[in-house]
């Protein structure tokens, strides 16, 4: 979980997390954002201030302005993504998966409440109607206010916002999808999104509601070289038992401390495709 400490100062009870930490008009002259990646190691930055603080129903939320990576958006202690480096990760969930598909028109993404993969796939042209289905809209409506980069793509008329569960969603709808994409937190066992990586959901929700031709891709979390163990591999082998064709790559993020995954899946792909994937790279 993350943490705010100040070497300086007292508490004021404004805390991330459940943890208190000390400012000045948002900013102390030795704050630190600290979060433990695994046992025995931990990733911190320092900070220049604590721009805003939130909570939800689900989550506790945070915008911080980081010396090394900007703006950081912090979920229940987590980055989830950073001013200086998220376009790392945003482009590289997006854009293989459109650019592979021959006319991507409806895209749905599960998860993605900043706004920021919604901002990507509304770059392409083709895209005629993007859904974008978070189950938090707290977290929604505070990444509208605050992340002013995505401020266009939230006001873009292709695209739909739904609150809800994005598997229910997907089960109640009607419509199929050329690409669906999934922007959710890591498959921790017992966690909100754990049951959104699973065969079942692959097989029975995901599947149907691709068009053919249709390209599914996710998040899959760490993908180092010691870290990989820990739900990309997982999430690799699972959709490999519901799909034919599937593509995992990876990238390094800077402010992740690690190299990040991601799996494409095509659905009902054509022979041309395949040699093209065949040369796909892994950065």
């Not at 915008?63 to 480096?85: C, H, M, N, R, Y």
């Not at 009607?174 to 049951?195: Q, R, S, T």
């Not at 760490?222 to 599937?246: D, R």
Request: charged share 20%.
């Amino acid at each position: 979980m993350g943490e705010i400490s100040c070497s300086n100062g007292i508490g004021n009870g404004n805390g991330v997390n459940g943890k208190t930490h000390s400012s000045l008009n948002g900013y102390r002259k030795s704050c630190w954002y600290e979060e433990e990646i695994e046992e025995n190691l931990r990733w911190c930055f320092a900070l220049n201030s604590i721009l805003h603080t939130g909570a939800s129903r689900y989550q506790d939320i945070a915008l911080l302005d980081t010396k090394p990576f900007g703006k950081a958006l912090i979920i229940d202690g987590k980055l989830q993504s950073a001013e200086v480096d998220e376009f790392i990760y945003h482009e590289s969930l997006v854009h293989p998966a459109l650019l592979h598909h021959s006319s991507p028109k409806t895209v749905f993404i599960m998860g993605g409440g900043e706004g920021s993969t919604a901002r990507e796939i509304l770059r392409h042209k083709t895209a005629v109607k993007v859904v974008m289905c978070d189950i938090d809209e707290e977290v929604v409506d505070f990444c509208k206010a605050y992340l002013a980069v995505n401020r266009e793509a939230f006001c873009d008329p292709r695209l739909e916002v739904i609150i809800n569960d994005a598997r229910a969603e997907l089960e109640i709808g009607k419509e199929c999808y050329d690409v669906i994409i999934g922007d959710l937190a890591d498959p921790i066992e017992g966690g909100p999104c754990y049951k959104l990586y699973t065969k079942s959901f692959y097989e029975h929700t995901v599947k149907p509601k691709l068009n053919r031709g249709g390209i599914f891709v996710t998040q899959a979390g760490p993908a180092g070289i010691f870290s990989h163990t820990e739900v990309f591999s997982c999430i690799c082998n699972t959709l490999k038992q519901v799909f034919k064709y599937v593509v995992p790559y990876s990238a390094h993020i800077p402010s992740f401390a690690d190299t990040w995954g991601w799996v494409m899946v095509l659905y009902q792909t054509q022979f041309l495709l395949l040699k093209q994937i065949h040369h796909f790279p892994v950065f």
